[in-house]
């Protein structure tokens, strides 16, 4: 979802720039007003929050559907304050990245 997210909160920067100056986005097809571009992102940002066919929040934490098996190491492996030895990163990947819980530690997207 990087590049989506980037995109969305570009397209919100150019419709407060274009909004304040008055002006609208001039593409070979037509004109767009700030308020449209303002709506395409707000459009994306709901995707990536549930609003799509799998009624599912790509944000892990954020709604009652989110993913649970996150890749990443932060995620995937338990918290040093719970256990405080040594992972490796063979050990980490073969420990915790193939086990069928959930993750130990929950990364939210705040």
């Known amino acids: 979802m990087q590049f989506v997210t980037s995109a969305s909160f570009l397209a919100t920067v ?7 100056s008055g002006n609208s986005l001039r593409c070979n ?3 767009v007003s700030p308020t449209e571009l ?24 954020y709604g009652n559907n989110f993913p649970q098996r996150v890749h990443h190491r932060g995620s995937s492996i338990v918290s040093v304050k719970v256990n405080p030895s040594f992972v490796s ?9 193939s086990s069928k819980g959930n993750n130990p530690n929950l990364l939210t997207g705040k």
């Open 38 to 61: 303002l709506s395409l992102a707000k459009t994306q940002v709901d995707y990536i929050l549930g609003d799509n066919s799998r009624a599912r929040s790509y944000m892990v934490g």
């Open 29 to 31: 097809s037509g004109i």
């Open 89 to 97: 990163c063979r050990g980490g990947y073969a420990t915790w990245f």
């Open 14 to 20: 150019y419709s407060d720039y274009l909004s304040s």
